[in-house]
């Protein structure tokens, strides 16, 4: 996650800021994929832990469709996501009960999101070539709320509460010296955003 120019495994926010998940598939050295579809049930690897949630801003493929991907992206509003490398049949694109590829008039109410890049501009399927990399970019606005998330909101010390991101990865891999392709559902290592509070701005006149 980043809140500035860089993405690792944490960040920091202010209160009503804007920040951003990086779903990344790198190809292995000697595989090619297809089939690949990203998935993220949007901060929801909390477990147990205090969290906060943010609300979906913004979906960025353009790295994608460079390479002559047609991304489709799926929305959700389906509040009874569990895990996907698990439950996989929360995962069937199809079941519109479940996913559309209307976006929602009202972002807030968006749970989960998929990315499938499983086909090229001319419907013909794309496959990865090995050590090639993909990138999108899951956009989200922090809550305003900023003292909710607080153990001692009078001193605004001991931040306990995070965000928990974890996206999953669906793929076919075959490797190409030869064997059988191998079609799995992984859930990828989990991220975490801290929240601060809103930055305050000074201005001089004179």
Known sequence: A?????YGSSAEVAAAGTYTYQLRFANGKNVETNNV?????????HGSNPYWRGTLKDIDTTQVSRKG???VIYYSTYTAFTNLAVD???TDLT???????TQPVDLADVTAIAIDLRYRTDG??????????????VSMTAPENYLD???DPETAMDETAFAYNSAYLQSTATLIDGGESKTAMEECSSVTVSLRGPEAEIHKSS
């Open 2 to 6: 980043a809140d500035g120019l860089r």
């Open 37 to 45: 579809v990203l998935f993220d049930v949007l901060e929801s690897a």
């Open 69 to 71: 991907i047609e991304p």
């Open 88 to 90: 996989t049949d929360l």
């Open 95 to 101: 079941d519109e009960t479940i996913w559309t590829t």
């Open 124 to 137: 013909t399927e794309y496959t990865f070539a090995p050590e090639e990399v993909a990138l999108c970019y």
């Open 149 to 151: 998330y607080l153990d």
